[in-house]
Nanobody
Framework: QVQLVESGGGLVQPGGSLRLSCVVS????????MGWYRQAPRKARELVAR???????NYANSVKGRFTISRDNAKNTVYLLMNTLKPEDTAVYYC???????WGQGTQVTVSS
C-alpha cells in the first residue's frame, strides 16, 4: 500500500524558515517525480514545486528564490526548504506522487507574528 507522510510544519514568524519532509513507502520512489502543493483557506490547491526523477525542478512564481525542493532516493524522501516565509505562505502543504492520486495527509504551515 502506497503511503505518503508529511512532517515539519508549524508556526513561524515572517522571515523565518521551515523544512518539510515527505516519506514515501509502498512503491519505488525513484521511479516518480514528486510535487509539493498547498491549499490556503477558501482557495484552490496549487502546485508549489516539483522535482523530476532526475532532479529537474520547477517552482511557482510566488516561491521562486525562497523555496527549494530536493529528494533523497536512498531515504524515499522529498523535502521542501522554505526560507523568507511570508504570511501569504500560510496553508496546508501536501506532497504528491506525480501523476497519481496518492497524497499525503498534509502539514499545516502558519506564518504569523
Amino acid at each position: 500500500q502506497v503511503q505518503l507522510v508529511e512532517s515539519g510544519g508549524g508556526l513561524v514568524q515572517p522571515g523565518g524558515s521551515l523544512r518539510l519532509s515527505c516519506v514515501v513507502s509502498g512503491t519505488i520512489f525513484s521511479n516518480y517525480a514528486m510535487g509539493w502543493y498547498r491549499q490556503a483557506p477558501r482557495k484552490a490547491r496549487e502546485l508549489v514545486a516539483r522535482i523530476g526523477r532526475g532532479g529537474t525542478t520547477n517552482y511557482a512564481n510566488s516561491v521562486k528564490g525562497r523555496f527549494t525542493i530536493s529528494r533523497d532516493n536512498a531515504k524515499n524522501t522529498v523535502y521542501l526548504l522554505m526560507n523568507t516565509l511570508k504570511p501569504e505562505d500560510t496553508a496546508v502543504y501536501y506532497c504528491n506522487l506525480d501523476g497519481t492520486f496518492y497524497w499525503g495527509q498534509g502539514t499545516q504551515v502558519t506564518v504569523s507574528s
